[in-house]
C-alpha cells in the first residue's frame, strides 16, 4: 500500500537514457550514476507509479561474505506475488529523509530495517539494474550495491514474514542455473552477470 503523501526519488528517463534502456545489470559507470545524482528529484509516489517517463530509484544491496551471498526467501505479507520467491537484494524507494546521498543514505537505511547487519561494512556501488519488460519495472530503476561484511551476525529482522541465511556462491548459482524462475526477477536478473560482480566490483562511489 503506498502511503497518502509518500515522495520518492525519480528521474527523467530521457535523461538517463536518451539513446534507450539497456536489460537487466549493467555496469553503470560514473556518468550515468552522476546524472542520477544530479538530474534526480522528488515526486508524489501516486502519481509516479504509471509513469514511465520517470524512474524511482532504488538502492538494492547485495550481501556477501567470504564466498557468500545473503539469500531472503518471503514467507508471506506486503506483495503476494513475491511469496516463496528468493532474493539476494533487500532495498527500497528513497524518501527525503535520505537527502544527504540519496542513494548511500536510502541503500543504509534499507540495509538496517530490513537486517541485523554489522556496523562495519564495506558498501560498492557496482551498477544499474534495468527491466522494463513488466509494468513495475518500467517505472523503477536500481542501483546494485555490495555490501560485505565480515564477522558478526546477518539476519532478518522481521522472521514472520521472511527468511534468510548465507548461501555458499557456487550453490546459489548452480540453484539459479537450474530453477531461474524461483528467484525474484531482479535477482534473477542480477545472478545472471554474479560471475563477473561477485569475484570483484568497482567502487564508484563513497
Known amino acids: 500500500m503506498i502511503a497518502a503523501g509518500e515522495l520518492v526519488y525519480v528521474v527523467p528517463r530521457a535523461e538517463l ?20 545524482y544530479e538530474a ?9 507509479e504509471e509513469d514511465p517517463s520517470l524512474k524511482q530509484i532504488i538502492p538494492y544491496a547485495m550481501v556477501v561474505r567470504d564466498g557468500q551471498v545473503f539469500r ?3 514467507r508471506g505479507g506486503g506483495e503476494q506475488r513475491l511469496i516463496g520467491l528468493a532474493s539476494v ?13 540519496v542513494i548511500l543514505d536510502a541503500l543504509d537505511r534499507e540495509l538496517t530495517e530490513e537486517l541485523y547487519v554489522p ?7 557496482l551498477g544499474l539494474l534495468n527491466d522494463d519488460t513488466t509494468a513495475v519495472g518500467a517505472v523503477h530503476l ?10 558478526g551476525d546477518v539476519r532478518v529482522r522481521e522472521e514472520e514474514s521472511m527468511e534468510g541465511c548465507f ?5 546459489l548459482l548452480a540453484e539459479h542455473t537450474v530453477s531461474r524462475d524461483a528467484f525474484e526477477t531482479w535477482s534473477a536478473l542480477l545472478l545472471d552477470a554474479a560471475p563477473s560482480i561477485l569475484p570483484c566490483a568497482r567502487s564508484y562511489r563513497g
Do not use: M, W, Y
Request: aromatic share 8%; charged share 25%.
Open 119 to 125: 556496523e562495519t561494512r564495506q558498501v560498492e556501488l
Open 40 to 48: 534526480g528529484h522528488f515526486a508524489d509516489r501516486a502519481r509516479v
Open 167 to 171: 548461501v555458499p556462491q557456487d550453490a
Open 89 to 101: 537484494g533487500v532495498g527500497g524507494h528513497v524518501n527525503p529523509p535520505d537527502a544527504g546521498d
Open 17 to 36: 537514457f536518451p539513446d534507450g534502456a539497456p536489460h537487466g545489470f549493467f555496469p553503470s559507470g560514473l556518468e550515468l550514476l552522476e546524472r542520477i
Open 72 to 74: 531472503f526467501r518471503r
Open 142 to 151: 536500481g542501483v546494485v550495491a555490495r555490501v560485505t561484511v565480515g564477522a
